[in-house]
T-cell receptor, first 114, second 113 residues
């Protein structure tokens, strides 16, 4: 069974530029999470989807971050414009809605904003 | 709010040494507790979990016991290998389940031959 797929794996951009990250969850997993992991820290949730509905986006900085999960499968996280402080690893995870305690993580996208 | 505190690293051990990584938590109610591991260049993987007091989670020679009285979930392994070198994260999830995982800052373990 394929795991959670994320792309790109690495991204370097200049500040004020836009950037987008893509995630394909494990087949059949209807819950999808985006986390941000700053250097030397644990991951922190940005947004959680159940199917195509964002059920928890309280930690998403909505002035510059946006996310979508069309058709309840793949998801895209966008930052526009990026700031220096956005440099981090962006992790996608998925789980079954009736097993939220078991989340499967992708390898992450490492973003560097110059 | 909920929080997790784990010992700071890095931790460097010789092969076959005994490992303990301390983890304590603050939460309302009775959360589920987890240890995740992140190998170099890979995503986080669930190592073990415990969902109620006195439960012991175990996997790959690692184990941790859910101690409600001390609000702890320390990770242990009797004999580490070079392949155990990774970053270990303690995490909790509130009882309701449909809440985000709250992670500690991670502890980097390096095992030398």
């Amino acid at each position: 069974e394929a795991g959670v797929v994320q792309s790109p794996r690495y991204k370097i951009i200049e500040k004020k530029q836009p950037v987008a990250f893509w995630c394909n969850p494990i087949s059949g997993h209807n819950t999808l999470y985006w986390y941000r992991q700053n250097l030397g820290q644990g991951p922190e949730l940005l947004i959680r989807y159940e199917n195509e509905e964002a059920v928890d986006d309280s930690q998403l900085p909505k002035d510059r971050f946006s996310a979508e999960r069309l058709k309840g499968v793949d998801s895209t996280l966008k930052i526009q414009p990026a700031e220096l402080g956005d440099s981090a690893v962006y992790l996608c995870a998925s789980s079954l809605v009736n097993s939220p305690e078991t989340q499967y993580f992708g390898p992450g996208t490492r973003l560097l904003v110059l | 709010g909920d929080s997790v505190t784990q010992m700071e690293g890095p931790v460097t051990l010789s092969e076959e040494a005994f490992l303990t990584i301390n983890c304590t938590y603050t939460a309302t109610g009775y959360p589920s507790l987890f240890w995740y591991v992140q190998y170099p260049g890979e995503g986080l993987q669930l190592l073990l979990k415990a969902t109620k007091a006195d439960d012991k989670g175990s996997n790959k020679g690692f184990e941790a016991t859910y101690r409600k009285e001390t609000t702890s979930f320390h990770l242990e392994k009797g004999s580490v290998q070079v392949s155990d070198s990774a970053v270990y994260f303690c995490a909790l999830q509130s009882y309701s389940g449909n809440t985000p995982l709250v992670f500690g800052k991670g502890t980097r373990l390096s095992v030398i031959a």
